[in-house]
T-cell receptor, first 111, second 116 residues
Framework: GQQVMQIPQYQHVQEGEDFTTYCNSSTTLSNIQWYKQRPGGHPVFLIQLVKSGEVKKQKRLTFQFGEAKKNSSLHITATQTTDVGTYFCAGSNFGNEKLTFGTGTRLTIIP | DVKVTQSSRYLVKRTGEKVFLECVQDMDHENMFWYRQDPGLGLRLIYFSYDVKMKEKGDIPEGYSVSREKKERFSLILESASTNQTSMYLC???????????????FGPGTRLTVL
């Protein structure tokens, strides 16, 4: 079945440093979504990418979808303590309403 | 705002007990999902329902069953709980996309189940 891998599993950064998490799928995806889960919370939707090579920005967050629609990345510029949490990518195949979640990247910030 | 609620935040059960986890959403979503979340493994899909009385197995359905008698309610059943089912269980719902992509999922707060 479809597998979605994410690296790194953990990332510790100093406040103000940048952070990137990478997502790779074993199959071509129709779309990819990103979620954030705060400590003790539940996953919350951030964004969806649909087009090959698509880049979207939300303030300090930049999301990319690869040309082959098999990989994606999330980059945070100048991290803040509010960015702490686990970031998940989740992909789906054409005509399929189920999502396959990546293993997640847990971000901790050193003040 | 979409609201997804789960019947319990914390639950402790004994091996062999039958366990019911309830999930209710108030936004008339067609799709509902049950996941379990374990450290290092991310979210793994147990079962999915795209309509009342309809269900599909996810990636790890063994040891679980589900029930969807009403559109707003999706129940996860552990017929005979085992210690390896100790986990965080998350329910989610989404609108049916009906196209080539899926819609965003809205999650409940989760139920942390411990099986002794």
């Amino acid at each position: 079945g479809q597998q979605v891998m994410q690296i790194p599993q953990y990332q510790h950064v100093q406040e103000g440093e940048d952070f990137t998490t990478y997502c790779n799928s074993s199959t071509t995806l129709s779309n990819i979504q990103w979620y954030k889960q705060r400590p003790g919370g539940h996953p919350v939707f951030l964004i969806q990418l649909v087009k090959s090579g698509e880049v979207k920005k939300q303030k300090r967050l930049t999301f990319q979808f690869g040309e082959a629609k098999k990989n994606s990345s999330l980059h945070i510029t100048a991290t803040q303590t509010t960015d702490v949490g686990t970031y998940f990518c989740a992909g789906s195949n054409f005509g399929n309403e189920k999502l396959t979640f990546g293993t997640g990247t847990r971000l901790t910030i050193i003040p | 705002d979409v609201k997804v609620t789960q019947s319990s935040r914390y639950l402790v059960k004994r091996t062999g007990e039958k366990v019911f986890l309830e999930c209710v959403q108030d936004m008339d979503h067609e799709n509902m999902f049950w996941y379990r979340q374990d450290p290092g493994l991310g979210l793994r899909l147990i079962y999915f329902s795209y309509d009342v009385k309809m269900k599909e197995k996810g990636d790890i359905p063994e040891g679980y069953s589900v029930s969807r008698e009403k559109k707003e309610r999706f129940s996860l059943i552990l017929e005979s709980a085992s210690t390896n089912q100790t986990s965080m269980y998350l329910c989610a719902s989404s609108l049916r996309a009906g196209g080539t992509w899926s819609n965003e999922q809205f999650f409940g707060p989760g139920t942390r189940l411990t099986v002794l």
